[in-house]
């Protein structure tokens, strides 16, 4: 039997590490998890402006670490179509929240939503602000005319015919239409503009604002917006 040579016998301890060093990296390299596999995500291709559809072209399908996404609440191919909430950036990872398919999710029970066209103060109306709706409501809808016992006071002016006869507008001021205050605090949930003005028409652009109101201010602010377009004061 060959005996080992007296270098390497001189040298045990330290071929013994180097055997267990190595043992210890191969097992190491076993138990070691591979790296952790991504998740796909849709993600915006390009800048998208709020109110804006999302086409196809909006987005793209990337490979991400699971740590870089939320949770729950990502976004599927079902999103292509619906209007942006918010301004989405290029690069950003898109969730459900940030297009128009979740604008009826966060409604409290006392909520509704409606949407109207907004001429003044229509930039005001960024998501998530909150808004006073102004309009104009009929005075005097429904309510008796004004008393006339004041005119009546000088004594014959009240019972002669002729005199009693509404003097011009008397009439009609108590029911015309005035500027009050619709819906307070109404909370913005998106903004579209829509129409063309070019130098061939006279069509201007429309700005629908999509806004979550109180169930009792709904049919208030949608039927003074049959009769023109609305406007919008920021609330603190």
């Known amino acids: 039997m060959r005996r080992p040579s007296l270098t390497l016998w001189r040298h045990r301890h330290l071929v013994v590490a180097l055997c267990l060093?190595?043992?210890?990296?191969?097992?190491?390299?076993?138990?070691?998890?591979?790296?952790?596999?991504?998740?796909?995500?849709?993600?915006v291709a390009?800048?998208?402006?709020?109110?804006?559809?999302?086409?196809?072209?909006d987005v793209t399908t990337r490979s991400l670490p699971s740590?870089?996404?939320?949770?729950?609440?990502?976004?599927?191919?079902?999103?292509?179509?619906?209007?942006a909430a918010i301004a989405l950036e290029e690069g950003s990872v898109l969730t459900v929240s940030m297009t128009s398919a979740a604008l009826a999710g966060g409604l409290r029970g006392d909520e509704r939503l409606v949407q109207v066209p907004v001429e003044v103060g229509?930039?005001?109306?960024?998501?998530?602000?909150?808004?006073?709706?102004?309009?104009?409501a009929s005075a005097g809808l429904g309510e008796a005319p004004a008393d006339s016992s004041a005119g009546s006071s000088t004594g014959t002016a009240a019972d002669s015919p002729e005199d009693s006869s509404p003097g011009p507008g008397d009439a009609a001021a108590p029911y015309g239409p005035r500027t009050a205050v619709l819906c307070r605090n109404a909370r913005v949930v998106l903004t579209t503009t829509q129409g063309e003005e070019n130098r061939w028409t006279?069509?201007?652009?429309?700005?629908?604002?999509?806004?979550?109101?109180?169930?009792?201010?709904?049919?208030?602010?949608?039927g003074a917006a049959t009769n023109g377009a609305l406007g919008v004061v920021l609330s603190p």
């Open 67 to 83: 740590d870089a996404l939320p949770a729950n609440g990502l976004a599927g191919p079902e999103i292509i179509g619906s209007r």
């Open 122 to 136: 229509a930039q005001l109306a960024e998501p998530g602000a909150h808004v006073d709706v102004v309009g104009e």
């Open 21 to 43: 060093g190595a043992a210890a990296v191969l097992a190491l390299s076993v138990l070691r998890p591979g790296p952790e596999q991504g998740r796909e995500a849709l993600v």
């Open 46 to 57: 390009r800048a998208v402006a709020a109110g804006q559809v999302i086409a196809e072209q």
């Open 202 to 222: 006279t069509a201007s652009k429309v700005t629908l604002v999509t806004l979550a109101v109180p169930a009792a201010d709904a049919s208030l602010v949608v």
